[in-house]
């Protein structure tokens, strides 16, 4: 669960969605202000709500070790 929850985060940034606006012909111009407007606006929760879960996974399940997930692709 927490290596899918950080696979969404990862595509949810705003520095990735960023690169896929260029990528699709977007202005760099243009891409820049969606994502900070979206950086402000959206992605603050979205960080947060994936944070929060990690925790209560971590809570929930007293064998859980955080090196599992670190560092893997």
């Known amino acids: ?7 969404i985060q990862h ?10 606006f260029l990528d699709k012909g977007l202005g760099k111009r243009s891409s820049v ?3 900070k407007c979206y950086e402000v606006l959206i992605f603050v929760w979205i960080r947060w709500i994936i ?3 990690i ?19």
């Open 1 to 7: 669960m927490v290596q899918k929850l950080l696979a």
């Open 11 to 20: 595509r949810l940034n705003p520095l990735h969605l960023y690169c896929r």
């Open 33 to 35: 202000h969606i994502c």
């Open 51 to 53: 944070k929060a879960l």
């Open 55 to 73: 925790y209560f996974r971590i809570v929930i399940d007293k064998t859980f070790r955080v090196q599992k997930y670190i560092g893997k692709r």
